[in-house]
């Protein structure tokens, strides 16, 4: 039995082995921040072993998970999580995974036309990015049809649109945050029928906008 159990457990050692090795194999040639670094952690939506680079650029952190050696997706530090219900700072960060709101980033390429459109999730904001200096703005959760969506950056006289906001307002908005202390964003939040607010700082912003368009040329 002892013989059996010791034989379960070296294929057992070995397929560990040849799924590290195999995952080795996928390492990116080139790191996104020659200063980061790369590491093999367990996802947590699949348990599957999955590559990530992590490093930091003008003090904000990101993470960047790579699947079969291409970019998969990306997470940078946002603005300090709010305590604003009372639970305590530190309850706060366990319950919302850490001290900061990340920026999460993803790309993606249509399967019929090639179009790549990417994303950058917000506090009640959702940045889009097709290339050139193409953007658009809609709120970051499910609004109610036909809501009117408003944007305020610091204390400039907001800017209005429907359920997207793009073109040139777009273009400007997105030139804004990068050196903003504080976005207000209002729209009505599905089911309701009245206005929501979202206020954030968009701390790491111009970071994470500036991997967004890296990653969108990654995926041509």
């Not at 790369?38 to 998970?65: C, L």
């Not at 997706?73 to 709010?82: E, S």
């Not at 429907?162 to 976005?183: C, P, Y």
Request: hydrophobic share 35%.
């Amino acid at each position: 039995m002892n013989i059996i159990y010791g034989l379960i457990m070296i294929l057992i050692l070995g397929l560990a082995i040849s799924g590290q090795k195999s995952l080795n194999s996928e390492f990116p040639k080139t790191r996104y921040n020659s200063s980061g670094s790369f590491s093999i952690q367990t996802s947590p939506v699949d348990g599957k072993p999955e590559i990530v680079e992590r490093g930091a650029i003008n003090g904000i952190a990101y993470e960047i998970d790579y699947s079969m050696g291409k970019v998969h997706g990306a997470r940078f530090d946002g603005q300090v999580r709010q305590d604003v219900s009372g639970i305590g700072q530190e309850e706060l960060e366990r319950r919302f995974g850490g001290k900061y709101e990340r920026q999460i980033i993803a790309c993606s390429k249509d399967a019929i036309s090639d179009a790549i459109s990417c994303v950058m999730t917000l506090p009640g904001l959702s940045v889009w990015y097709s290339g050139g200096n193409s953007y658009s703005l809609t709120p970051g959760f499910r609004s109610t049809p036909g809501t009117v969506m408003a944007v305020r950056i610091d204390a400039d006289k907001p800017v209005f649109g429907g359920e997207v906001i793009n073109g040139i307002k777009a273009s400007s908005l997105i030139e804004r945050m990068k050196t903003a202390k504080k976005v207000t964003v209002r729209a009505t939040k599905w089911p309701r029928d009245y206005g929501t607010d979202e206020i954030f700082e968009p701390r790491g912003f111009t970071e994470a906008l500036t991997f967004m368009k890296w990653y969108f040329n990654q995926m041509k």
